[in-house]
């Protein structure tokens, strides 16, 4: 998803979900909605200025594919 944001012009930053849980928590967000967490997230990014992620080239995107659908490969051979 972080590729097709970045490719269609978007930024977009990798930030680990238990920082912007620990965020809400510290700003005393009790309520859980899509629309409280959105606001989170938004609220978080805004503050704390996360680095942007750049996308791989696109020369490491296919390897990078056939290598996950390998290992799904292996993991279905090994469950037969």
């Known amino acids: 998803m972080a590729e ?9 930053s990798g930030v680990n979900p238990v ?4 965020y809400g928590a510290a700003r005393q ?3 859980k909605t899509d629309a409280v967490d959105a606001r989170s997230i938004a609220d ?5 200025c996360p680095p942007q992620w750049t ?3 696109p020369a490491r995107r296919g390897p990078r594919v056939l290598v ?3 290992d799904a490969w292996v993991v279905l051979r090994t469950h037969e």
Do not use: E, H, N
């Open 68 to 70: 996950a659908r390998r």
């Open 4 to 12: 097709a944001l970045a490719d269609a012009g978007y930024l977009a």
């Open 19 to 22: 920082q912007i849980k620990a």
């Open 29 to 31: 967000a009790r309520t």
């Open 44 to 48: 978080f990014c805004a503050s704390q």
């Open 55 to 57: 996308p791989p080239p």
